[in-house]
């Protein structure tokens, strides 16, 4: 089982709708990522949170808006994305931003758009 | 320009052979950080192994191993004993730290999709 759970495994929305992804990771790491990974490609980084403050936009779309509410949480919300947005999008955490420290992934969410 | 290739889209191994999976990288950098992952088909990426720039030796853990060539800039990751688990997709990923902007990023090769046959 992975350290790092993200729910839910599969989304299926409209492009109007609102949901959010959820990432949650209990092993004090203090940096955490989200990634999309469309098939077949290695994982694109969108945003990395250090000490839950946001470090990194990968000029990622307004309708993606991460919120990271404590240490152990990070949300993905979700609101009128497009057919492209389909993807997988994982989740990491690490122990902090030093080159040493791999990031530990979740399963991730399988997200498909109507 | 790309920072890490991996020029094998494919493999095929037989069960309790060794493989080796190719990565180059490239970086101006002199401190960096290699690291393996694998994908399964269910989506979750595992950490495998992870070299240093600084590391003098090659990285083990367990069956894995990491032919670290600086100066050639490869990184290689050898799988002994393949056992049928290790059909996966395989990531070879470096991690820089970018002086100008302070930012640490993680970048990805292309993957290699090893099949492990009975």
């Known amino acids: 089982d992975t350290e790092v759970t993200q729910t839910p495994k599969h989304l299926v929305m409209g492009m109007t709708n609102k949901k959010s992804l959820k990432c949650e990771q209990h092993?004090?790491?203090?940096?955490m990522y989200w990634y999309k990974q469309k098939a077949k490609k290695p994982p694109e980084l969108m945003f990395v949170?250090?000490?839950?403050?946001?470090?990194i936009n990968e000029s990622v779309p307004s309708r993606f808006s991460p919120e990271c509410p404590n240490s152990s949480l990070l949300n993905l919300h979700l609101h009128a994305l497009q057919p492209e947005d389909s993807a997988l999008y994982l989740c990491?955490?690490?122990?902090?931003?030093?080159?040493?420290?791999?990031?530990?992934f979740g399963d991730g969410t399988r997200l498909s758009i109507l | 320009a790309q920072k890490i290739t991996q020029t094998q889209p494919g493999m095929f191994v037989q069960e309790k052979e060794a493989v080796t999976l190719d990565c180059t990288y490239d970086?101006?950098?002199?401190?960096?950080?290699l690291f393996w992952y694998k994908q399964p088909s269910s989506g979750e990426m595992i950490f495998l192994i992870y070299q240093g720039s600084y590391d003098e030796q090659n990285a083990t853990e367990g069956r894995y191993s990491l032919n670290f060539q600086k100066a050639r800039k490869s990184a290689n990751l050898v799988i002994s004993a393949s056992q049928l688990g290790d059909s996966a997709m395989y990531f070879c990923?470096?991690?820089?730290?970018?002086?100008?902007?302070?930012?640490?990023?993680?970048?990805f090769g292309s993957g290699t999709r090893l099949q492990v046959q009975p």
């Open positions: 990491a955490s690490s122990q902090g931003w030093d080159s040493n420290q791999p990031q530990h």
């Open positions: 949170y250090s000490y839950e403050k946001l470090s």
């Open positions: 970086t101006s950098d002199q401190s960096y950080g």
């Open positions: 092993m004090g790491h203090r940096a």
């Open positions: 990923a470096m991690r820089e730290f970018y002086l100008d902007t302070g930012r640490r990023a993680l970048t």
